[in-house]
């Protein structure tokens, strides 16, 4: 009996420093997450590309003011990367996470991003339950491409003969992702860097892109050690897909843990971040 109480005991403690440890005022720092692929399907005429990618701000939830995302496009744009991409999330909802706020004023400090090749966005689950239309509107408006079964192609003027595709899927929870669409608009043979909210669409994508950059897991937001959870992930995605570099089958997936949170304001073991991914040829 005593041995139970004092498990009780120290899983509540531990439940509680769970909940100050999440609710404070900066609960987790902002990692770099670095990752640099080697893959065949780059050009070996092509010079490496250099990409940063935010996930899943979700703008309004504790951790995420609209002070922070002027603190996180100052970080970004620090990095001097090629392009920036932005795989959904941008909204959250009046819940215990946080407050909902409206897409314009996301957008304005989302505008002083800067990339040499652009920036682009998909939007997210909660981007659509709350107002899809409103943020790609806004969006747009300040420049920022977002793509939904679509591609455009990115040249780059100082390297003639070195362009490069970026293509966008629909939403996998709200919407209707079509890779048929999609890959129609692609119609040269450079190489494709592939953007979906939700790593659940991984599983309907084939060999053409060299990497498909992911967010939507939150990479667990809250893990146990050894990497668990008591739960599935939300959507269709496997537990193999949370998070990280994932190679499956000659094809690479890239999942961020993201930047804000969802359901409940808390992180734990799994830590918020940014990401710089470059892609290289192997010769």
């Known amino acids: 009996m005593q041995g139970r109480d004092y498990l009780k005991t120290a899983f509540v403690k531990a439940a509680g420093a769970c909940g100050v440890y999440g609710l404070a005022p900066e609960p987790f720092p902002l990692r770099h997450k670095i990752y640099d692929i080697v893959s065949p399907k780059w050009p070996s005429t092509h010079a490496p ?18 002070a922070k995302v002027e603190e996180i496009v100052g970080r970004l744009n620090d990095l001097g990367a090629d392009m920036i991409l932005l795989p959904g999330d941008f909204l959250v ?16 400090r989302l ?13 997210g689950n909660h981007d659509w339950y709350e107002d899809g239309q409103g943020l790609w509107r806004e969006l747009e408006r300040r420049h920022i491409r977002v793509l939904e079964n679509d591609a455009v192609k990115v040249a780059r003027p100082d390297l003639p003969g070195q362009d490069v595709w970026v293509a966008g899927l629909a939403d996998d ?16 043979d450079d190489p494709v860097v592939l953007m979906c909210h939700d790593p659940g669409t991984f599983l309907d994508v084939d060999e053409r892109p060299v ?22 992930l939300p959507g269709r995605a496997p537990w193999a897909y949370a998070y990280g570099h994932i190679r499956e089958g000659g094809r690479d997936l890239v999942v961020s843990s993201g930047i804000g949170t969802s359901s ?7 830590p918020a971040e940014f990401v710089s991914l470059t892609l290289r040829s192997p010769v």
Not at 99 to 108: F, G, N, S, V
């Open 49 to 66: 590309l250099r990409m940063a990618v935010a996930a899943d701000l979700h703008v309004g939830c504790k951790s995420v003011t609209l």
């Open 93 to 108: 909802s009046d819940s215990i996470q946080g407050r909902h706020i409206k897409p314009e004023p996301i957008a304005e």
């Open 111 to 123: 505008a002083e991003l800067k990339a040499k090749y652009g920036v682009y966005a998909v939007l």
């Open 173 to 188: 929870t709200t919407r209707k992702p079509c890779l048929k669409t999609t890959f129609s608009r692609v119609t040269t």
């Open 211 to 232: 990497v498909t950059v992911c967010g939507h897991t939150h990479g667990g937001q809250m893990m146990f050690p050894g990497r668990k959870r008591l739960q599935k």
């Open 264 to 270: 409940l304001p808390l992180r734990f073991n799994c």
